[in-house]
């Protein structure tokens, strides 16, 4: 059994190749050379998708449309492995958050930057790009969904995710719920007549004024970031190919694996802000 989870999330087009692509390659080719029959479980991402239309839920038969580079070399390792001819399958994972998170993710982020919202006595946090929507999983699921997979006959591509798309809005809520952050989180680009959040949240803008707390927006998968999007209101939170939505279609991982999701975002919330508020 070989699980390959390596890979790389950040750089440019030539890098995510090399680690995403190329290797996957070498994988492949080691794997038929030996003969062994070993059975690959290739963890993919949703980021191979593209944009979805809102609303929606993306199956396994979606046309691939990813939107960066890093989505592009995660398709190519995806359609190696496919063709291989080998006993393989493929795991395209949402967006997984809980123990582990980077702190560079955007929950990574949004949690550090209440972390130390909290201990500068900041009242006031201001985020953008709120709005987007992403079907945030667990890892200890995604975990179970790996077994799971490993002991299966399930070939080709399956979605593991919650099937259900959450706001990032929604997500940062909670996520200062459960921090216990009392300040107030101001959404910059929210739509005419929206409320602040409450509790509370910015990533931007380099000044920085008594009672309010700005941190750099953060990047996602393959973006580096670019000018003007260390600090502005404007800078999008998720610039990760996949638009204003993705949500997946999960009935492949019932059917064929037995898997379906189990822990709730809020614990999933909990434990990144467990990790962030251990940092020093």
Request: proline letters at 9%; hydrophobic letters at 40%.
């Amino acid at each position: 059994m070989v699980i390959n989870c390596a890979g790389a999330t950040r750089g440019g087009a030539r890098e995510l190749t090399r680690h995403n692509t190329v290797a996957v390659a070498t994988v492949c080719e080691s794997l038929r050379r030996s003969g062994c029959g070993a059975r690959l479980v290739q963890i993919g991402c949703s980021s191979e998708y593209g944009p979805s239309q809102p609303g929606s839920s993306t199956a396994e038969d979606a046309v691939p449309r990813p939107g960066g580079p890093y989505g592009v070399s995660k398709l190519a390792a995806t359609e190696l492995v496919l063709g291989s001819g080998l006993d393989a399958v493929v795991l395209r994972v949402f967006s997984p958050v809980g123990p582990g998170t980077p702190a560079g993710s955007p929950l990574g982020r949004l949690a550090e930057a209440m972390r130390r919202a909290m201990q500068s006595g900041d009242s006031e946090l201001k985020l953008s790009g709120l709005g987007v929507q992403r079907d945030f999983v667990d890892v200890r699921d995604v975990a179970r969904a790996v077994h799971a997979a490993s002991l299966s006959a399930a070939q080709g591509v399956v979605n593991i995710g919650t099937g259900r798309a959450v706001r990032l809005r929604e997500a940062a809520s909670v996520l200062a719920r459960v921090a216990g952050f009392g300040g107030t989180l101001h959404e910059v680009d929210a739509p005419p007549g929206r409320n602040p959040l409450h509790p509370a949240a910015h990533i931007p803008a380099p000044a920085h004024a008594p009672g309010h707390a700005t941190v750099p927006a953060p990047h996602a998968p393959g973006h580096a970031p670019g000018p003007g999007e260390h600090g502005g209101a404007t800078a999008y939170p998720y610039p990760d190919g996949c638009g204003s939505w993705q949500q997946a279609d999960v009935r492949t991982a019932r059917d064929r694996l037995g898997w379906r999701s189990r822990i709730p975002l809020e614990e999933s919330l909990a434990d990144i802000w467990m990790e962030a508020a251990c940092r020093i």
